[in-house]
């Protein structure tokens, strides 16, 4: 999928929590961001997939009111691209939006992953990008108990 000028680097981290996850849902979003990042990256770059857990302790530190204090694993994917104009990051997880040429793109599949996480997953979905610095898009996902019921 990224072809062959964009290199893929993976690193995980160390003791994460287990999160209770659709893994076809969660391998969607990991594909939509992994062929958004190559499309952001015409000439090539890097596409960086990086595993880290979350204490309670820093998500308080976080002090966003969206993200309940509690532990999380955390999954960030970002990339060396071109980048996401402020004008049109605030727009990014609106259905049907695209900055793709008609028949390239439907705009659905930024919208889609953040209903995937927020909603089916109840974690959280954010992104930080500047133009010409590349894109980064964080996605937090609270840890579960073996014990809870699966309601995803």
Avoid at 77 to 84: F, K, P, Q
């Amino acid at each position: 999928l990224l072809g062959e000028n964009v290199r893929l680097e993976a690193s995980h981290g160390r003791n994460l929590g287990a999160v209770r996850a659709d893994p076809g849902q969660l391998e969607q979003v990991i594909v939509n961001l992994a062929v958004n990042a190559r499309d952001a990256m015409p000439e090539g770059g890097t596409l960086n997939i990086q595993t880290y857990a979350v204490p309670a302790a820093k998500a308080r530190e976080m002090r966003q009111q969206i993200l309940p204090i509690s532990d999380y694993t955390a999954l960030r994917v970002s990339d060396t691209g071109l980048g996401i104009p402020p004008d049109i990051l605030a727009k990014i997880f609106e259905p049907f939006f695209t900055t793709k040429e008609v028949g390239q793109g439907t705009g659905l599949g930024l919208s889609v992953s953040y209903f995937i996480i927020t909603n089916n997953h109840k974690g959280q979905m954010e992104v930080q990008s500047r133009p010409d610095q590349g894109t980064c898009f964080t996605l937090r996902l609270p840890l579960s108990s073996a014990t809870e019921p699966n309601n995803s």
